[in-house]
């Protein structure tokens, strides 16, 4: 385990690690392609452009990924695994699309984002054709456990978002808000990834609720890990600062004001709280969190997540599938975007 452990820490190429993450259910995801696409068959001329479109903007697929790792790793893929990715992956792209509508975004994945090309109202109705086609096809297949554990991780994942509007407006977000806005808001959803699979898998009740908290736990570790990068390290490189510029409190910073002096962290509150921060502001910040410790503070909390993930997943019987399970635990807490 301590060589396991150790890899959480190292980070590898990431591209290398990513294109490994597939290896024990290759032809699963491809099949998988075609499934998806069958699911989002629609007359709609217009539909169909932006859904052809919506096609290049390609992911990591680690969220599909998930699912048909955690079946294999708990028994078997069958077809009820390839529904329970697609409701997975309509979900999360609905998601992505209704952030950039509330964001304004201007690009998604190196693209031009949905709103932009044909403006919020098509971004939120496509957004909302994504979220019913996963309930229907939940419908059609008889999946009510499924349909479900898909729910409630929509639920969860809406009071996280809102939780966080709330407690950012008000500057007063804690250690404990933190952990719950993350589990609500990220870490539900890779819950869902890995109960969904466990559960299309025919996985005993035991394994399923083992499942939903490896993808909890790793859920947490991904999003620490998205907030370290904002801060940027050694190894990632330049900072992105977007976080700071919104002024999202999250953990480094968090970290970094529980450790410092009472003048020091006024100072740096009434800095992060400025609507019209400077560049110049943002590094000092930045500065701060890292001199004060508050950066390795958080990322040693996201590599106690992670490992313990891992412990969970190693309870499984040794296979291809549960070693690419430890292998995306890993690669979220190595990635550098």
């Not at 452990?5 to 591209?15: D, F």
């Not at 952030?99 to 709103?115: C, P, Q, T």
């Not at 399923?208 to 736990?217: D, Q, S, T």
Request: net charge positive; aromatic share 6%.
């Amino acid at each position: 385990m301590s060589q396991t452990s150790a890899s959480t820490r190292n980070p590898g190429n990431s591209n290398d690690n990513l294109a490994s993450l597939h290896n024990a259910i290759s032809d699963e995801l491809t099949l998988f392609k075609s499934f998806y696409k069958e699911a989002l068959k629609t007359d709609v001329f217009l539909l169909n452009q932006i859904l052809v479109y919506l096609s290049r903007m390609k992911g990591k697929e680690i969220r599909p990924t998930l699912v048909f790792l955690a079946a294999k790793t708990s028994g078997n893929v069958t077809e009820r695994t390839f529904v329970a990715a697609t409701m997975i992956e309509l979900l999360h792209t609905a998601t992505l699309i209704h952030d950039d509508v509330v964001d304004e975004a201007d690009r998604r994945r190196g693209l031009f984002s949905i709103n932009k090309i044909w403006k919020n109202k098509a971004g939120v109705l496509l957004g909302d054709f994504l979220l019913s086609k996963g309930l229907l096809i939940a419908l059609d297949k008889n999946e009510f456990e499924m349909l479900k554990i898909v729910s409630n991780a929509v639920r969860r994942m809406s009071e996280g978002e809102l939780r966080q509007m709330k407690a950012s407006s008000l500057q007063n977000i804690t250690r404990d808000k933190y952990f719950r806005i993350i589990s609500e808001k990220t870490a539900s959803l890779f819950s869902a990834c890995c109960e969904t699979g466990a559960v299309s898998a025919g996985a005993q009740a035991e394994n399923v609720v083992k499942m939903r908290e490896i993808g909890e736990l790793m859920g947490i570790a991904f999003q620490i890990q998205d907030d370290l990068l904002d801060y940027g390290s050694v190894d990632i490189g330049k900072p992105t600062g977007n976080d700071i510029q919104e002024r999202k409190i999250t953990l480094p910073l968090i970290d970094a004001l529980d450790t410092t002096d009472n003048q020091t962290k006024q100072r740096i509150k009434r800095l992060f709280s400025n609507k019209k921060k400077t560049s110049r502001d943002t590094q000092k910040i930045i500065r701060f969190v890292h001199e004060s410790g508050g950066y390795q503070r958080a990322k040693e909390t996201m590599n106690q997540f992670a490992e313990k993930a891992i412990h969970m997943v190693l309870d499984f019987p040794e296979s291809s599938a549960r070693q690419s399970l430890i292998n995306t635990i890993q690669f979220v807490t190595n990635r550098s975007k």
